[in-house]
């Protein structure tokens, strides 16, 4: 996308497919279209303000694709102020967009609506999720949980989106990702270790999809002894482990099954990529390959383009 190390302010990639849409630093009010097979840029868009978060699924990005990226089908009118962008769309089932309900200086209030198939908006859900602003909002790959965070320490919560039920809080979190049939967590902090955790009730059974090493690359971070609130357990150890090289480093990482492997990946800020094979029976993951991906430029423009799907991080 344009030139290698240029620098990139926000990105989304439609799940599963070969668009992009971005935003530059030196350009923010221009939105990219770009076709990672062709490596062209087909479409651009450009608005009167600074454009501050991009969110796409198929059903959405479609009509957006076919309309050349210039009508809009729907807007959410009178919402709180929301100027670092906090919200975050459904990729697969029944299209369901979360955002903040409150302003910026007031409680953690999320509000999620449902997006009917003739693009009217119809107000679902208001969950209490923290007693301080919001600052960071992700569903899981099928849209059945909701992960959220605050501006105040690093808690990261789990919600039910259909009772607005808390089911799992994690502590001392800098960022988590989902796998993508919604078993298992990978979390991380700036400790050497990366965890994974097995979900005893897993949201759903997606058969994951085939593809190779090129098509992947994933997210998540920072991980602790999770809750599960509802029931008051703690876990006494988590399902899996991996190491880095070295501690205090900014990383993320996540979970992605590949040819019916469960593989954990982790990009650390120094320039790093690191792949670990999950062993099913779990245990200390076994490292598969390590591989120097640049600078810290390279470092975020990567993980924002790979490693930002279905997880959650600061």
């Keep these: 996308m344009g030139q290698y190390g240029e620098a990139v302010r926000y990105v989304e990639r439609l799940f599963s497919a070969c668009f992009v849409a971005y935003v530059l630093r030196k350009s923010p009010r221009k939105i990219n279209a770009f076709h990672l097979e062709k490596r062209r840029k087909f479409c651009t868009q450009c608005y009167a303000n600074t454009v501050v978060?991009?969110?796409?699924?198929?059903?959405?990005?479609?009509?957006?694709?076919?309309?050349?990226?210039?009508?809009?089908?729907?807007?959410?009118?009178?919402?709180?102020?929301?100027?670092?962008?906090?919200?975050?769309?459904?990729?697969?089932?029944?299209?369901?967009?979360?955002y903040p309900g409150a302003a910026e200086t007031g409680r953690g209030l999320v509000i999620i609506i449902?997006?009917?198939?003739?693009?009217?908006c119809a107000p679902s859900l208001s969950i209490c999720a923290h007693t301080s602003p919001l600052a960071a909002l992700r569903f899981n790959p099928d849209g059945k949980f909701l992960a959220t965070s605050s501006v105040k320490g690093t808690v990261i919560r789990i919600f039910n989106v259909q009772t607005a039920e808390r089911c799992y809080e994690f502590t001392r979190v800098n960022c988590m990702g989902f796998s993508e049939n919604?078993?298992?967590?990978?979390?991380?902090?700036?400790?050497?270790?990366?965890?994974?955790?097995?979900?005893?009730?897993?949201?759903?059974?997606?058969?994951?999809?085939?593809?190779?090493?090129?098509?992947?690359?994933?997210?998540?971070?920072?991980?602790?002894?999770?809750?599960q609130v509802n029931e008051l357990i703690s876990r006494e150890k988590s399902f899996a482990t991996a190491r880095l090289p070295k501690a205090g480093v900014k990383n993320v990482a996540a979970l992605r099954i590949?040819?019916?492997?469960?593989?954990?990946?982790?990009?650390?800020?120094?320039?790093?990529?690191?792949?670990?094979?999950?062993?099913?029976?779990g245990g200390e993951c076994a490292i598969k390959f390590?591989?120097?991906?640049?600078?810290?430029?390279?470092?975020?423009?990567?993980?924002?383009i790979f490693l930002s799907e279905r997880s959650l991080f600061y």
């Design 53 to 98: 978060t991009i969110k796409m699924n198929r059903e959405v990005c479609l009509d957006l694709l076919i309309f050349q990226l210039v009508k809009v089908s729907h807007q959410i009118c009178d919402i709180p102020e929301n100027k670092k962008g906090i919200i975050d769309i459904t990729t697969d089932g029944v299209s369901m967009i979360a």
């Design 114 to 120: 449902t997006i009917h198939l003739i693009f009217t």
């Design 182 to 227: 919604s078993k298992y967590l990978c979390l991380s902090s700036n400790t050497e270790t990366v965890h994974v955790f097995k979900l005893e009730e897993s949201v759903s059974d997606i058969q994951p999809e085939t593809s190779s090493w090129t098509d992947y690359f994933a997210k998540a971070a920072s991980s602790y002894l999770p809750t």
């Design 258 to 281: 590949i040819k019916s492997e469960l593989y954990l990946m982790v990009a650390t800020a120094d320039g790093f990529l690191y792949c670990f094979v999950v062993d099913p029976n």
């Design 290 to 304: 390590q591989h120097r991906i640049g600078n810290e430029v390279l470092f975020f423009n990567f993980i924002i």
